[in-house]
């Protein structure tokens, strides 16, 4: 091949960027499939199962019905949870970042709650709600809550003043209109950024709230972990990820329609 050539292959591939990114997907995925292959015929089925095991044991838990049932379970606290979370962090977010007097109110306990994860919240979620959906909603939606809290604060934070200097000159004296038609637009793509980064953070957090006995993915991984049932673990850990895939993949293409002016 001539070097003509050769620089004419070289730019139209490293120009499409779509194809390069797919391919150099496929090969990461391949490698990572082959490093676990080979470790597992290097340790026993109970400490590594192979690629193979694993599809077999997660067809298996399709089929059987475990699977299914376990995912709805988890979307029944997953779902209430992340909606609530993420209502309450953007609410009180664009509100403590437009009033000075709700950040000055709020501070105080902003600083002194947001250390506090969301397992430590366990206690509190089964003494209020006992083992139930809610319980472990409650440990999700204040996962989701401070993650939303600070995207919507910082949103409504940045948005220059200039922006509500010309609102108001053009007679716009409502803070209600102000905020519905100046603030919330202009800070949208930091507040759809934290709802996508909840979205998924709350997904891996619903492992950790259903470990306490509440029915769901979280518990049949525990289960099967402390049955050493490794395969068990990588198939719901497999299910997970496709999981989030989906989500990530709609909310990304619901964020590039509502910021598709930027």
Not at 92 to 111: C, F, K, N
Not at 221 to 238: E, G, K, M, P
């Amino acid at each position: 091949m001539s070097a003509e050539l050769e620089t004419e292959f070289g730019d139209r591939f490293t120009g499409d960027t779509s194809l390069r990114r797919v391919l150099l997907g496929v090969v990461g995925l391949a490698g990572f499939l082959l490093v676990w292959q080979v470790g597992s015929l290097l340790n026993p089925n109970y400490v590594l199962p192979g690629p193979i095991a694993v599809i077999e044991v997660f067809i298996a838990e399709v089929q059987s019905g475990e699977m299914v049932t376990a995912l709805g379970q988890s979307v029944r606290h997953w779902l209430p949870g992340t909606v609530v979370g993420t209502t309450l962090g953007i609410a009180l977010g664009v509100t403590t970042a437009y009033s000075s007097v709700a950040d000055d109110l709020a501070a105080p306990l902003v600083r002194v709650l947001r250390p506090v994860p969301p397992l430590a919240l366990i206690g509190f979620a089964i003494a209020w709600f006992e083992i139930s959906t809610a319980s472990a909603a409650f440990i999700v939606a204040a996962g989701a809550f401070w993650i939303n809290y600070y995207a919507a604060y910082g949103g409504v934070d940045a948005v220059p003043e200039a922006f509500l200097d010309v609102s108001r000159s053009l007679g716009v004296t409502s803070h209600l209109t102000l905020v519905r038609r100046v603030v919330l637009p202009a800070a949208a793509p930091q507040i759809i950024t934290g709802i996508r980064t909840g979205i998924g953070r709350c997904w891996m957090l619903i492992i950790a709230a259903e470990t306490f006995g509440v029915p769901g993915i979280g518990q049949r991984i525990w289960t099967a972990s402390t049955n050493i049932a490794v395969d068990v673990v990588i198939s719901y850990i497999l299910l997970m990820s496709l999981v989030y895939i989906v989500l990530d993949t709609g909310v990304e293409a619901v964020q590039r329609r509502v910021v598709a002016w930027r």
